[in-house]
């Protein structure tokens, strides 16, 4: 038997592959998160069109004609081109900004888990207050506040995603800080930076991903809700969100421009949530094999 094989990790990683792969709900989930993630990527090559290039000749065409597979909109712009290119805009929204709200929130909620007292009161009563703001109603104010364009988007979402993230970190560091292995560091004068960076931050890294991903899809609906509202990505750059906004007036002419890029932000946030129940199901240590 190999030294690979005996490792605790490999062992527990080997598990969780096999059961997200168990479950078809969770692989058909990883499936359309993958293709959204390829679309995105590849938008320059695959698309057809110039995504900002207008032709009136064409304006309002139904979906497979005039040689455009989802037809036209308004401007003669082609839709299956700003379909791919908003890929781009709300895969980057929701992943951009989960990663920033990640990167402060793990080490303040290590903080305050660890430390406890006033720094995790203090921390605590921040979190607090702004959780009781909804979370897209935080977003779209700080969005308002920090002007429209799709990095401010991006920092308005990822700070609204700040309190939630910090609160799952904190819960479970405050559980790793009672087991034996801390207690141990802590008697032998163990630095504190070691045991919370080097020590509790690889074992809460599980809750962490978990997290990330079922936040990823709430996210890209913020930031199709932001560009809804023109306060995420401006036109003419091509967005899910501003692409339904443009779409209000000529439901009745070509419903088609609300169709696809609604659909299009059900399958992919759907995608993701799957992709998410499936990873915290095959992270859970307490789940059978």
Request: charged share 10%.
């Amino acid at each position: 038997m190999t030294a690979v094989a005996l490792d605790p990790r490999a062992l527990a990683r080997r598990r969780a592959r096999r059961r997200l792969t168990a479950r078809p709900l969770s692989v058909l989930g990883a499936l359309g998160a993958s293709v959204a993630v390829l679309v995105a990527l590849l938008a320059p090559l695959i698309a057809p069109y110039d995504p900002a290039g207008t032709n009136f000749d064409v304006v309002l065409s139904a979906p497979l004609q005039a040689g455009h597979a989802l037809g036209t909109d308004q401007l003669g712009r082609d839709v299956l081109a700003r379909m791919f290119y908003g890929a781009q805009a709300s895969l980057a929204a929701g992943v951009l900004s989960t990663l920033l709200a990640t990167v402060v929130a793990v080490p303040v909620g290590l903080f305050a888990g660890y430390y406890r007292r006033w720094v995790d009161t203090v921390i605590s009563r921040v979190v607090d207050l702004v959780l009781a703001f909804p979370f897209l109603v935080l977003a779209v104010g700080l969005a308002a506040m920090f002007g429209p364009s799709l990095s401010n988007a991006i920092i308005a979402l990822g700070v609204a995603q700040i309190p939630i993230v910090v609160r799952v970190v904190r819960a479970e560091v405050m559980s790793q800080r009672e087991l034996e292995y801390v207690q141990a560091e802590v008697v032998n004068g163990t630095p504190t930076g070691v045991i919370l960076f080097q020590r509790i931050l690889p074992n809460v890294l599980n809750a962490i991903v978990v997290q990330a991903s079922v936040t990823i899809p709430t996210a890209i609906v913020g930031a199709a809700i932001l560009s809804f509202l023109g306060l995420g990505v401006q036109p003419p750059t091509a967005d899910w969100g501003n692409m339904l906004a443009e779409a209000q007036n000529y439901l009745s002419q070509a419903p088609w421009l609300g169709v696809f890029p609604g659909v299009a932000i059900f399958l992919t946030t759907l995608s993701f949530n799957l992709l998410g129940d499936g990873i915290r199901d095959a992270l859970d240590p307490r789940m059978l094999p």
